[in-house]
T-cell receptor, first 110, second 117 residues
Framework: AQSVAQPEDQVNVAEGNPLTVKCTYSVSGNPYLFWYVQYPNRGLQFLLKYITGDNLVKGSYGFEAEFNKSQTSFHLKKPSALVSDSALYFCAVMGEKLTFGTGTRLTIIP | GAGVSQTPSNKVTEKGKYVELRCDPISGHTALYWYRQSLGQGPEFLIYFQGTGAADDSGLPNDRFFAVRPEGSVSTLKIQRTERGDSAVYLC???????????????FGPGTRLTVL
């Protein structure tokens, strides 16, 4: 069975600072990893994914994620945070099915 | 529209009633998924369709839950004898035809918020 851990329920970052949202995973076989963002009263929006290839994946809205096989991590990053980045972020791993973490609420402080 | 659509956006019902939730996937997407998201949790898988057939229904919590996709496009999630614990946001997602080994991105609808009183 696969699983995802997002160790931080809440992350606060000052506007303009770099941000990191952490994710670790467990899956048998090749890891297929995804990040989604959820704004209030809206569905999940796809940000980026790792399937194979370069460990640094670039996605929407300036986000990127670094795949680290030895640490089984797939942390989401952005060099300079915007207030509009404030939302709920979910990491997910695809094994037999897409399994999500519990989410991290990111708040960007003006 | 270009995205996944779900109706209704909100549904309030009484305990014991029957409800139907509808999902209209992205045109051309043969894979369709239903998830349930409770407050403070990530989405949890319910059922997966490839075409008209349910390829994996292992996430359905009990036999009160059922889903159909008769023509391989629109899907309906049906809940009989609703209970207060069924209250949640029900999300639908679709993806392009799967390759043999590599999963494709799932694109989500806005969800249906179900409240059982």
């Amino acid at each position: 069975a696969q699983s995802v851990a997002q160790p931080e329920d809440q992350v606060n970052v000052a506007e303009g600072n770099p941000l990191t949202v952490k994710c670790t995973y467990s899956v048998s076989g090749n890891p297929y990893l995804f990040w989604y963002v959820q704004y209030p009263n809206r569905g999940l929006q796809f940000l980026l994914k790792y399937i194979t290839g370069d460990n640094l994946v670039k996605g929407s809205y300036g986000f990127e994620a670094e795949f680290n096989k030895s640490q089984t991590s797939f942390h989401l990053k952005k060099p300079s945070a915007l207030v509009s980045d404030s939302a709920l972020y979910f990491c997910a791993v695809m094994g037999e099915k897409l399994t999500f973490g519990t989410g991290t609420r990111l708040t960007i402080i003006p | 529209g270009a995205g996944v659509s779900q109706t209704p956006s909100n549904k309030v019902t009484e305990k014991g009633k029957y409800v139907e939730l509808r999902c209209d996937p992205i045109s051309g997407h043969t894979a369709l998924y239903w998830y349930r998201q409770s407050l403070g949790q990530g989405p949890e898988f319910l059922i997966y369709f490839q075409g008209t057939g349910a390829a994996d229904d292992s996430g359905l919590p009990n036999d009160r839950f059922f889903a159909v996709r008769p023509e391989g496009s629109v899907s309906t999630l049906k809940i009989q004898r609703t209970e207060r614990g069924d209250s949640a946001v029900y999300l639908c997602a679709s993806s392009a035809p799967l390759t043999r080994a590599i999963p494709d991105t799932q694109y989500f609808g806005p969800g249906t918020r179900l409240t059982v009183l």
